[in-house]
Structure formats: C-alpha cells, structure tokens
C-alpha cells in the first residue's frame, strides 16, 4: 500500500492531536511535518514530496503564495463548523465536530481519490486518449468521436476526463493546442 506524505497545518492543539492520532492509525499516511502556522510551510513542500495539506482554513490567506507555486497540492479543510468555505480551493475536507468514525470512514475516501489522482497525474496519455483528444482538437462531439471509434458515448466521456486529469487542461482550445503542440493534430487541420 502506498503512503501518501502529508503537511498538517493547524492551529489547535487539541484539534492537530486528534488528527494525527486517527491519521497515523490508518496507516496509509506519512506525517512529514505538523505545524501551528505557515512559517515553515513552503520549506517543507519544496523540500518533500507533499501529497496531501491538511490546512485550517482560517490560516488559508497565508497559503495563496504556496498554493500557486504548487498547484498539484492536494489540500484538505479541516473545518470546525458547518460554515461556507470556498470548495474550488479544496481537494476535500474534514469536519472536526464528527465521530471517530465518521472521520476514519472520510479519510479513507480521500486516500482513495488521492491515490487515483496522483495515478492518474503520473500517467501519459494511452494511445486511445490520443485518438479521443485528437477528434477533440478537431471538433468532434461526444457522440461523433464514440460513431467514430465504435464505442460508447459514455466511454468517450469517461477519456476525456482522464485526459483532462492528466494534462490539467479543462478547455477544448486548451487541449487543441495542446494537440498541434504534441503533433496529434497539423495546424492546418485545427478549426
């Protein structure tokens, strides 16, 4: 089983000790640092290969830096309320005001979407991917590309949310240039 490294950020004693416990009882994370603030945050990262931030999003603003010098970071809220965070920031999160049981029950999901995120990161695309991604580039509808590789439209979206995953491009022109970049597809033939 592969350990996932982790940098946890929190204020709160009680709170940080609580999770380290359940963390390290899982045993499917590597703690490589707990800390009360950001101070040594960025050493840390830059220093270690950090899967996951455990981060209080309290102390987020001080993290805005970090986060773009390092965009593949996977960060988990740890909450202590039902209050209204900014989820697009998040790779998940963590309410303190659960059971033991529902937090062992959270951070076994997120190891599991982290374990296939960070797959899916470490791959290139497959030969399928690039006949999807280049009738992508060229224009082609979901349905069209699935009549024209004799599969389904479900498969069809099922790749393209892989290929979107691995290349970290979300937009159709994106992965157009991407694919003339790449030599899938010739200048001439992008519309």
Do not use: C, Q, W
Not at 118 to 127: F, G, P, Q, T, V
């Amino acid at each position: 089983m592969k350990l996932l490294n982790i940098l946890v950020v929190e204020s709160s004693y009680i709170i940080i000790k609580g999770l380290i416990s359940i963390l390290e009882g899982s045993g499917r994370y590597n703690i490589v640092e707990k800390l009360p603030n950001h101070n040594r945050a960025n050493d840390i990262i830059s220093e270690n290969k950090i899967d996951l931030l455990f981060l209080n999003p309290a102390l987020l603003d001080n993290f805005y830096e970090i986060i773009s010098k390092n965009p593949d970071l996977k960060i988990i809220s740890v909450i202590s309320d039902n209050s209204k965070i900014n989820k697009d920031l998040f790779f998940d999160n963590i309410n303190v005001i659960d059971n033991k049981a529902d937090v062992v029950f959270k951070l076994e999901n997120i190891y599991k979407k982290a374990i296939e995120n960070i797959d899916l990161e470490n791959k290139e695309i497959s030969k399928r991917e690039i006949s999807i991604l280049r009738l992508v580039a060229l224009g082609y509808t979901n349905k069209e590309i699935a009549v024209e590789l004799f599969i389904s439209p479900h498969t069809v979206i099922t790749h393209r949310k892989h290929i979107t995953k691995k290349l970290g491009i979300k937009t159709v022109s994106g992965l157009t240039i991407y694919a003339v970049l790449n030599n899938i597809i010739d200048l001439t033939e992008a519309k």
